[in-house]
């Protein structure tokens, strides 16, 4: 192991158990190490948003990169790992481009920051129609594209050939995304929304997979109200509620179809919790309907009732948000769920991770803060 990487010190809590666990920390750079990394930290996110980070290095520390170096980056590919204590390997938290150099020569740091290598498709753009490819073919394509990356791809076959997304209407919308210029990544998940699928990077990896269903085994988090302090699995518990998203949710997709000559609408709409809560009590009247009108040409029918649920769950899944900090560890993603119990409310439900946060440093050690989200579980979707 180097001994320039640095040490801290990462707790591992439960309600009933306490273990601390010494965790190093590197920067490798062309499979070299980058000298004196003081912290970094590092965000997984969901919604096909690119995973960042960030990471500080000492300037005038014994072995430590010079001014004159970091004047002349052209460009900065990192490998952000940590080891804990006792395990031989290395386990990487982001492979990522770094956008930034910021340097304070007065406090003697350098501060980057950068994205993951879905930062090489943003950056790439292109053109092509990809006539008779289908989805994941195309995903293959683009990641075999950049071999200076050593990039790969992932993927889930899909069948349908991207040539049926804008047949109706090569000059409208679908045609939009590939006969002008667009940039890879938005053709890639362009291609995620129409086929159901996700879309992200794993280290070199690019992934192209269904939407994973609910969690069979969720990380569970609990908080209980005891004397003289809670007990808890999880540091720092936040729990939040969107009082508009718990009124009734209408989303109306409407649509002209060329092809058919005639115009459509689609609808599905959720009883929000509030609504819900009001007909279990006194069957009273429930709250006002909140209504989203979406106009697109050229759907299908199917094609339109889609778009009305995937936008009614994307609305409705904000309702409620909890968050809270832990221990460093490496199974929490933004595809992962959790389930929250002990606080005796609503709150206690399954809610879908849409980011993991986590920092090494000196001062707090290996720690992450996850970010959850869901509808309430008394909300109801209808179609």
Not at 20 to 44: C, Q
Not at 55 to 67: C, I, N, Q, T
Not at 81 to 94: K, N
């Amino acid at each position: 192991m180097s001994e320039t990487a640095a040490e801290y010190s990462a707790g591992q809590t439960t309600a009933t158990v306490q273990q601390v666990r010494r965790v190093r920390l590197r920067a490798m750079v062309d499979g070299a190490e980058l000298p004196r990394i003081i912290s970094a930290n590092v965000t997984t996110d969901g919604f096909y948003k690119p995973d960042h980070f960030s990471a500080s290095f000492a300037l005038y520390a014994p072995g430590a990169k010079s001014l004159a170096w970091w004047s002349d980056q052209a460009e900065l590919l990192l490998d952000i790992q940590v080891q804990f204590e006792g395990v031989t390997s290395w386990q990487s938290l982001i492979i990522g481009e770094a956008d930034h150099i910021n340097v304070d020569p007065t406090q003697g740091t350098v501060q980057i920051d950068g994205r993951d290598l879905s930062a090489r498709f943003v950056e790439t753009k292109t053109q092509e129609s990809f006539q008779n490819k289908t989805s994941s073919e195309i995903a293959t394509i683009l990641a075999a594209r950049h071999p200076t990356y050593g990039l790969s791809a992932n993927v889930t076959p899909t069948t349908t050939p991207v040539d049926r997304y804008y047949e109706i209407d090569h000059t409208q919308e679908t045609a939009g995304q590939f006969s002008h210029v667009t940039n890879e990544w938005d053709l890639l998940t362009y291609l995620a929304q129409r086929e159901g699928y996700d879309v992200y990077m794993i280290g070199r990896v690019l992934h192209f997979h269904p939407t994973a269903p609910a969690d069979a085994n969720p990380f569970k988090a609990s908080w209980r109200q005891a004397n003289p302090l809670p007990i808890s699995n999880v540091i720092d518990l936040r729990l939040e509620r969107a009082l508009t998203l718990a009124k009734d949710i209408e989303v109306k997709v409407r649509s002209w179809n060329s092809k058919q000559g005639r115009g459509f609408e689609r609808i599905a709409r959720a009883i929000g919790a509030k609504s819900a809560s009001a007909q279990k009590s006194s069957n009273q009247k429930g709250s006002e309907t909140q209504r989203y009108v979406l106009i697109r040409p050229n759907l299908t029918e199917d094609q339109a009732q889609k778009l009305a649920n995937t936008t009614l769950a994307e609305l409705s899944a904000h309702e409620r948000v909890i968050s809270f900090a832990m221990p460093g560890e490496f199974d929490l993603n933004a595809r992962r769920t959790c389930v929250l119990s002990g606080t005796s409310s609503s709150w206690d439900q399954a809610y879908f991770i849409d980011s993991v946060q986590r920092e090494v440093s000196f001062g707090g050690g290996f720690s992450q803060h996850v970010h959850a989200k869901n509808h309430s579980a008394q909300s109801e979707a209808l179609v």
